[in-house]
T-cell receptor, first 113, second 117 residues
Framework: GENVEQHPSTLSVQEGDSAVIKCTYS??????FPWYKQELGKRPQLIID?????GEKKDQRIAVTLNKTAKHFSLHITETQPEDSAVYFC????????????FGKGTSLLVTP | DTGVSQDPRHKITKRGQNVTFRCDPI?????LYWYRQTLGQGPEFLTY????????KSRLLSDRFSAERPKGSFSTLEIQRTEQGDSAMYLC???????????????FGEGSRLTVL
């Protein structure tokens, strides 16, 4: 089955700096790659996603890049703010899987003022 | 409708007992998913339904786990003969069609936390 690896497991940055989280996947057939944010004690929420027919997508301070050849994708957060502190999960799914997502283990991001 | 709701939020049980969790998805969401999340890990996919049809169940953790969505609305996840290793957060999520296409965005509930003593 699909294996999604995520690095780093923890990341600490100062407010205003950029943060980058990287994921690799094993199944070359995977074509949908979302990122979810989970604040402490709360439910995961989608923050951005990318499909395999594009290489990059941006939404304000958040961007995701995808390298299909290398089978890796990354989340970039610019101008980080304390409220960005949370656990971020990458995920991947195959076509015709009903969007059954295979999640990475998560990255705990801490943004210090 | 304020989102996906799950009940109970917390369940403590003794090993060997059966437990059942309920999930009410967002109205008119045709797909419903069950995930398990343990501390420090990402959600682990268990099963999903499209309307009342269970389209993937091979990833349920053992034959002690079963799920139903009899009328295509709420769903239940049952764990029989619970074991200590079943202790986890059980998350439900739903998603909808947009222009007849599922967008992929999952709306998660707050989860049902199971503790098996």
């Amino acid at each position: 089955g699909e294996n999604v690896e995520q690095h780093p497991s923890t990341l600490s940055v100062q407010e205003g700096d950029s943060a980058v989280i990287k994921c690799t996947y094993s199944d070359s057939a995977s074509n949908y790659f979302p990122w979810y944010k989970q604040e402490l004690g709360k439910r995961p929420q989608l923050i951005i996603d990318i499909r395999s027919n594009v290489g990059e997508k941006k939404d304000q301070r958040i961007a995701v890049t995808l390298n299909k050849t290398a089978k890796h994708f990354s989340l970039h957060i610019t101008e980080t703010q304390p409220e960005d502190s949370a656990v971020y999960f990458c995920a991947a799914s195959r076509p015709n899987s009903g969007y059954a997502l295979n999640f990475g283990k998560g990255t705990s991001l801490l943004v210090t003022p | 409708d304020t989102g996906v709701s799950q009940d109970p939020r917390h369940k403590i049980t003794k090993r060997g007992q059966n437990v059942t969790f309920r999930c009410d998805p967002i109205s008119e969401h045709n797909r419903l998913y069950w995930y398990r999340q343990t501390l420090g890990q990402g959600p682990e996919f268990l099963t999903y339904f499209q309307n009342e049809a269970q389209l993937e169940k091979s990833r349920l953790l053992s034959d002690r786990f079963s799920a139903e969505r009899p009328k295509g609305s709420f769903s239940t996840l049952e764990i029989q003969r619970t074991e200590q290793g079943d202790s986890a957060m059980y998350l439900c999520a739903s998603s909808t069609l947009e222009a007849r296409v599922n967008t992929g965005e999952l709306f998660f509930g707050e989860g049902s936390r199971l503790t098996v003593l």
